[in-house]
Nanobody, 121 residues
């Protein structure tokens, strides 16, 4: 049974850092990612990793967020630096057995429960 269990959310002041973790069980995945959804907004991808090393980021977080995978632990991480109030959202990890088309930010079959990140100014 596939499970993605997230941890590491919370509150931080603007300019601070936070690391999210996502422990995956049941299998390994060629594509994993982090997404977020703020109230009243659509869910958006903030990082994706293919085959454990090819990483992609949208402009909104590039240079501030880093996605990584510890293959030995099958645990996905999102290191977030220089956080801004607009980064406030529910963050989800996600995974899929398919590579998708191009850089696939949002189409995943497996999802974590979400963890809240709040950045205050």
């Amino acid at each position: 049974q596939v499970q993605l269990v997230e941890s590491g959310g919370g509150s931080v002041q603007a300019g601070g850092s936070m690391r999210l973790s996502c422990a995956a069980s049941g299998t390994t995945f060629p594509r994993m990612g982090w997404l977020r959804q703020a109230p009243g907004k659509e869910r958006e991808g903030v990082a994706v990793i293919y085959d454990g090393y090819r990483t992609y980021y949208p402009d909104a977080v590039k240079g501030r967020f880093t996605i990584s995978l510890d293959s030995a632990k099958n645990t996905l991480y999102l290191q977030m630096n220089n956080l801004k109030p607009e980064d406030t959202a529910m963050y989800y990890c996600a995974a899929d057995q398919d590579y998708g088309t191009g850089v696939d930010w949002t189409n995943y079959n497996y999802w974590g429960q979400g963890t809240q990140v709040t950045v205050s100014s």
